[in-house]
């Protein structure tokens, strides 16, 4: 008997076609949004599940769904996975990274950009017909070139960030990470480690590109930004969650940093009600990743790791590789 999947949200036709190769296959390109207790439903008597980073997977969720061998995500961040709780069930997980390194660190570097010159706030100013004549100050922002890049959270998304900061754009790059670089990475994205509090005194523009855990909970709050420049720039790109969006979007209001440039958003979908009404702040739907070739291959390695792993138990990609 061919093994079943679940693909649970909507995905590329040719990647369920790929699947449906090996796999009984039960998919849902409607794209309907399941609550938990119905993707509990729909995973009876699955053994795999692609998801992406929407689906939450606990111990409830295995508790319910005994016959789940393997959840593979397409996103390389893996915050919807309860990691301990998959290992202590015997399910694995998989994650999809390096996949989306560059595009992530473009997306990284457009919204940057977007923030620091005032990209979408002189748009809408545009769009509402206020255009009315040339002013030596209008729409003044901050400079890219040569100034301090600050990166929060130094894996393959952020040093991808160091290089197009050093390599590109002659800036001065700093990171705090939780561990250091080897010398010749530090050497290669021209970047010096710094602690927490000298980044954040520092930095004219700061990345965040850390993961979301307990530990990383609020790691921008009230406190973080008040050490910030008045002139700096924040642009999260990594999860939300790690900002607290309420804080960020007083300091915004106060002037406390000068802008902020945010793709994932704390609860999101929703957005925080006093973001949406700031005007120095740069709003995407969770869209860093969000190019053809980067989306489709992402797509594929997580369907690679369900016939890897469910077919001749090698994953590419694996989170918790003692299940194996
Ligand atoms: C995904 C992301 O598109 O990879 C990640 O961690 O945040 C995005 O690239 C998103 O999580 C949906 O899976």
Aim: proline share 5%; glycine share 8%; charged share 15%.
């Amino acid at each position: 008997m061919r093994p079943r999947i679940l693909i649970a949200r909507a995905i590329f036709p040719e990647v369920i076609d790929k699947l449906a190769q090996h796999f009984d296959v039960t998919s849902n390109q409607d794209d309907v949004l399941w609550t938990p207790v119905q993707l509990m439903a729909q995973l009876q008597g699955m053994q795999g599940v692609f998801t992406t980073g929407s689906e939450r997977i606990d111990a409830t969720v295995l508790a319910a769904c005994p016959t789940l061998k393997i959840c593979a995500n397409m996103a390389v961040g893996y915050n919807n996975f309860d990691l301990e709780a998959m290992s202590a069930a015997g399910v694995l997980g998989t994650n999809a990274p390096d996949v989306l390194t560059e595009t992530t660190a473009d997306f990284g570097f457009a919204l940057l950009m977007a923030t620091a010159r005032r990209l979408t706030e002189s748009e809408h100013f545009l769009r509402a017909g206020l255009w009315a004549r040339w002013r030596y100050d209008m729409f003044t922002g901050a400079d890219i070139h040569g100034a301090t890049l600050g990166i929060l959270g130094m894996g393959r998304i952020g040093q991808g960030i160091a290089r197009r900061g050093a390599h590109g754009f002659g800036m001065k790059v700093i990171y705090h990470n939780r561990s250091r670089l080897d010398a010749a990475t530090e050497a290669q994205c021209q970047a010096s480690y710094v602690s927490k509090e000298e980044l954040l005194r520092t930095a004219d523009h700061l990345v965040l590109v850390l993961p979301y855990s307990a530990s990383s909970h609020h790691a921008i709050g009230a406190a973080e930004l008040a050490q910030m420049k008045p002139t700096a720039t924040l642009v999260n790109i990594a999860r939300g969650g790690i900002v607290d969006d309420a804080a960020l979007a007083a300091a915004l209001r106060n002037r406390t940093i000068a802008a902020a440039g945010l793709d994932v958003f704390e609860g999101e979908p929703r957005v925080h009600p006093d973001l949406l009404t700031v005007p120095n702040v740069v709003l995407t739907p969770h869209i860093a990743s969000a190019t053809v070739p980067t989306r489709l291959a992402m797509a594929h390695l997580a369907a690679d790791n369900l016939i890897g792993y469910l077919l001749h138990h090698k994953p590419l990609t694996p989170l918790n590789p003692a299940v194996l």
